[in-house]
């Protein structure tokens, strides 16, 4: 059994102007001590994705539909008492900027502290002990000092490990990091890239990496899933999703990454912006947008086609090159289609 099972999750956000369909029916699994990357354009339904796990959406927004299973525990509709055991616990999460995570009017070691001391039963000298060990983990020097400091006497980098610190206080089963080299310079992305990675290993931690960076994923996922419109796209493991991307979405990201091998080049950018998810259209999402769209594309939305056992996509192109080799024949309306 899978760690996390998350089933045709259905996020709204209910506004003035009407609801808003952020995750629209979106499935996947995470396997214990493996890392998951979700991929998309600011506004695919990333983060919302991760606090709809964590049940931490803004007032507007409701999980209206579907399921998200915690080794075999349903969270939809489970309380916040068993919420509040599960976050921090069994899940931690690290928000996107660590420039505005941490409160400026309090020391790193009054709000590492606070975390130990609301999800452990440590308490007083042992949580400052153990707030040592945790910013010795991740890398800090003088963690002593370092404790008695505010955010701001802290670098980008410095405050990030303080909130990878503060996540992994009780040493949860999954890690959800949001963006979590945003605002940061390479150098230190890299740093803080690699110190998951170790982390990951000696601690054993699932890892859900919520990110637009595609050079991120390639270095630590084993299995991608690409978001748009609030919707999956493609998913598949991390060799497939790069070396035969199936989905045009997943092709123009791919065409946007600048290689060696496009040194002196134009970056071929996705072009005309992203859907607006108060009016969407009745076909496939990416449509409008599209280089190679068809009508078919226009008026409906394709299936979830398996390419094989651990790469599905949905998109038209796929039946398209199954019916010009035979593979795939369609029905008298074109709707649907058989292999």
């Known amino acids: 059994m899978a760690l996390l099972e998350v089933r045709n999750l259905q996020t709204s956000f209910f ?13 996947f699994n995470l396997e214990r001590g493996k890392v998951l990357g979700i991929v998309g354009e600011s506004g695919s339904g990333k983060s919302v994705t991760a606090y709809s796990i964590m049940q931490i959406l803004a007032g507007t927004g409701k999980i209206v539909g579907g ?3 915690l080794d075999g525990q349903e969270l939809v509709g489970a309380g916040e008492k ?32 606070e975390a130990i001391m609301l999800h452990t039963d440590k308490r007083g000298a042992e949580a400052k002990v153990r707030a040592v060990e945790l910013l010795k983990l991740v890398g800090i020097n003088e963690p002593e000092k370092r404790l008695k400091q505010y955010p ?31 605002a940061l310079d390479v150098t230190i992305q890299a740093q803080i890239l690699e110190l998951m990675s170790s982390l990951q290993k000696e601690l054993g931690m699932a890892i859900i990496m919520i990110t637009h960076d595609l050079g991120v994923v390639a270095q630590m996922c084993d299995e991608i899933i690409v978001m748009y419109a609030g919707s999956i796209c493609e998913q598949g493991t991390a060799d497939e999703i790069f ?4 989905h045009e979405y997943t092709k123009g990201l791919m065409r946007s990454i600048p290689t060696a091998d496009t040194a002196g080049q134009k970056l071929q950018p996705i072009t005309g912006t992203p859907i607006d998810l108060l009016n969407m259209p009745e076909g496939c999402p990416f449509a409008p947008r599209c280089d190679n769209a068809m009508k078919i594309c226009i008026r409906h939305r394709a299936d979830r086609m398996l390419i094989n056992d651990s790469h599905a996509a949905n998109c038209w192109m796929n039946v398209k090159k199954g019916v010009e080799k035979g ?13």
């Open 15 to 27: 506004t003035d102007a009407g609801e808003v369909k952020a995750v629209n029916d979106i499935s």
């Open 67 to 69: 399921s998200i299973k």
């Open 82 to 113: 068993v919420m509040k055991n599960v976050r921090g616990n069994r899940i931690s999460i690290i928000f996107q900027d660590p420039m505005t995570s941490l409160n400026p009017t309090y020391t790193i070691g009054k709000q590492l502290t």
């Open 152 to 182: 701001f006497e802290h670098s980008g980098g410095m405050r990030q490990r303080v909130m990878i610190a503060m996540a992994l206080a009780c040493e949860p089963d999954i890690l959800i990091a949001d963006e979590p080299t945003t």
């Open 243 to 246: 070396y035969n991307p199936c």
């Open 327 to 339: 593979e795939i024949i369609l029905d008298e309306e074109g709707g649907a289609y058989c292999e």
